[in-house]
């Protein structure tokens, strides 16, 4: 179930995603604009630098999108301003009670997997030595990685809350969300049947991290969780996550 259509790519000149290529949110993002086969351009930002997305944004948070004059942030607001620019294919269902179902279940997603499954990421992240200083700082080397990594160590830690104490917590509710999840999935495709809605990209992309942690992975209803979005978000992603050196 890739996103793959055949479908023709729409080129949009002036469009821009500015991201952190990592980020659960910028991957959801793009999501949207690959099932919309839209073509554009990529900004990566570094996760200690948000000089730029401010700059354009007037704010300092990822994904942010730049189509022309206009600048959406918010992965969430990012997918409806596409399902309202170029509506096919479509991200929500046609019907109106359903479309609204679709809406209550993305924002259940979001505030469910979001913070939870980057702190259980990032917990394992900082538990292995040089992995952060991988995904921050991959142009650094040597001595100048070592004291980014160390700085950054402690940035991570303090503004996402994690905390030996939270983590046991974090992979309870973790287990209980992805059964839920997985009740709703049932043995559909989507949650709303065959074809990718918002709340399925949410999804996927939310709990992608969750992979990085083999303790939390190893859940029967996380790894349901983590075989069903495979497809969607891509192997490749789910590899950056599990910090696969092959990849």
């Known amino acids: 179930m890739r996103l793959h259509l055949q479908l023709p790519v729409t080129a949009c000149p002036g469009m821009k995603l500015i991201q952190i290529p990592f980020s659960h949110n910028c991957v959801k993002a793009r999501l949207g604009l690959e099932r919309k ?17 401010v700059r354009q944004s007037n704010q300092g948070l990822v994904p942010v999108l730049v189509d022309g004059d206009r600048v959406v942030p918010d992965s969430t607001k990012i997918l409806l301003y596409l399902e309202h620019k170029y509506p096919e294919p479509p991200l929500l269902p046609r019907e109106p009670g359903r479309r609204t179902e679709c809406l209550v279940l993305e924002d259940w997603v979001d505030r469910t997997f979001m913070a939870l499954s980057r702190r259980i990421a990032y917990h394992t992240v900082l538990r292995t030595p040089g992995r952060l200083g991988s995904m921050f700082f991959p142009r650094s080397s040597g001595l100048k990685r070592r004291i980014e990594e160390r700085i950054a160590r402690r940035l991570v830690a ?11 917590r974090d992979v309870a509710d973790a287990k209980e969300a992805a059964a839920l999840a997985t009740a709703r999935l049932g043995t559909a495709p989507g949650l709303f049947g065959a074809e990718l809605t918002i709340a399925d990209l949410a999804l996927a992309s939310m709990t992608a991290p969750l992979v990085a942690d083999p303790a939390v992975a190893g859940d029967a209803a996380v790894r349901r969780l983590l075989e069903w979005g495979e497809p969607i978000v891509g192997t490749e992603v789910l590899a950056v996550y599990r910090g696969d050196s092959r990849r």
């Open 37 to 53: 086969r839209l073509r554009y351009d990529v900004e990566n930002i570094r996760p200690t630098d948000r000089k730029s997305v």
């Open 158 to 168: 303090r503004r996402f809350r994690i905390s030996e104490g939270r983590y046991p």
